[in-house]
């Protein structure tokens, strides 16, 4: 058994919010810090519209009016006669909007991507940035009512904490710098944050794989396998992605984890069964009566609220209710209002998932700690046909496959909590190798040099130079632990003093095989941008030297590159007679940068 959680060493009073926006259902979660007391994890089980009490999911859906006016969001968009409001209105309904976030690197992963993703419809000058804020201002406004309800005194204790909020995203494996840079400006525009540093400072990130291990930790869902030196897997099957993380367990008093390998994101989650599905249902019922738009969409309802749920084999058919008793058309197995279908049929909508998820899990294990177990946690995890096929499969690959008795579809937004309060995992793996584009100097010895030798350039102190070196920060597949640092050393040089004021360096990814790669523009398409760090250098010591031709200035700092949790950060280091000074850096994503397409 893991420790029992430890009393919140802070000296005041915070809230932490731990946010899921999933691609079809959203949760919250909560701890109240209270100095000196145990933190209790809970979830928000009260939304406006649900027909069900004590439930902690809502749809991730939304109705806008044509002037961009939110009509209903989340429960409340699925109550009776809203379908016909939107008719008679004309209003835009938005679904799957996460996403439309994500990479396009992983559609790499899975071509049909593309084709199966509906087109997001936004009413004029929305965007995606614009639809998640009015999504978390309205998990906002759920959550505060919710505490402000359920606990005594509840306004008071709101106000005891509402500038002191902790709030903690989840994302998908596979979301970068950019999409938490989007999701910030999300926060930001909801209002739940203040434009300032240190409002941003508090919008946390955690990973959706990471989240839920955390979740079954806490839980004491892994309690069998804690075991120090033994290896575990969380498959998070979630609506929109699949998100594959593998640790090892590191000690177990207290309890310390390590990632093992870099953690794997694909894009198969429930919303592609929904999607082939679709696909499907146009061609099969082509000619048919019921072909059309209105019907195909009430079989599609119901096909992901029941017929998908509760699909186990594939020896048995399955039913799409959709209308009147009165409904038949026996050429195209619809009777009684219910369009059969046969077991293979079913299987060819879960089928890619299932195939995708064994490979992911393959390419785990071939790269990290020696596994045994695999925890199969998620909303997509419930359907039992996936459950009882990847856990044959995994059987012969010598894994055992759990799926945990529990509540794990608030795996997410509880196991975010957790990561803010438990710190559980101590190292994660560099998915990708980093660095910066850099000039080498110049030896005439070597013959990469004398190749490049009409490329060079002389600095202001006489050293010759070669453009588009590239200098590794991070390399993929090292580890980072929590909190570690790397720094990279810089030498600026100017004729003018006042350009040595202020620093900008583009940070670049590698994505070629090359284990140490040397020049950026040999492979330039393998090189893309992901970030730029800003800092003001003007305090930083420079120092005139006289050079060959005139004085010019020298400045000699360290970019410090912080990246132990999921988040990039940075800072400036320098020399000032001996002590060491610190100066803040700002990590910005653009929108144009290449790693967003």
Known sequence: MIEAPKPYQGGVRKLVLGIDVGTTYSGVAYAILDPGEVPRIQSVTRFPGQNTASDTKIPSILYYYQNGMIHSIGAEATLPGVDLEAEDDDLIFVEWFKLHLRPERLDSKNSAIRSLLPPLRLPAGKTIVDVFADFLQYLFTCTRRYISE???????????????????????????????????????????IPDTPAGRARVQFVTEGEASFNFCIRNGLADDVLQPGKGIMILDAGGGTIDISSYSIASISPISVEEVTAADCIVHGSTQVDARAKVFLQKKLNGSAYGNHDDIKLMLDSFSRATKTVFKSDIEPSYIRFGPMNCSEPAFNIRRGQLTLTGQEMVSFFEPSRHAIVEAVKKQRQASHPISTVLLVGGFAANPWLFSALQGELASLGLRLFRPDAHTSKAVAEGAVSFYLDHFVSARVIRMTYGVEVGVHYDKNKAEHLARRHQCYTRPNGGVRLPHGFSVILTKGGRMREGEEISQPYHQQSRESKTLNSLVIDVLCYRGKESNPQWVDTHPEMFTPICTIHADTSGVTRRPIRGPRETYYEQCFDVVIICGLTELKAQIRWNDNGKERRGPATVVYDEDLAISR
């Open 150 to 192: 359920t606990h005594g005194h509840g306004d008071t204790l709101w106000a005891s904490f509402e500038d002191r909020i902790e709030f903690i995203l989840s994302h998908p494996n596979g979301w970068e710098g950019f999409q938490q840079g989007k999701m910030r400006d999300a926060a930001i525009a909801a209002g739940l």
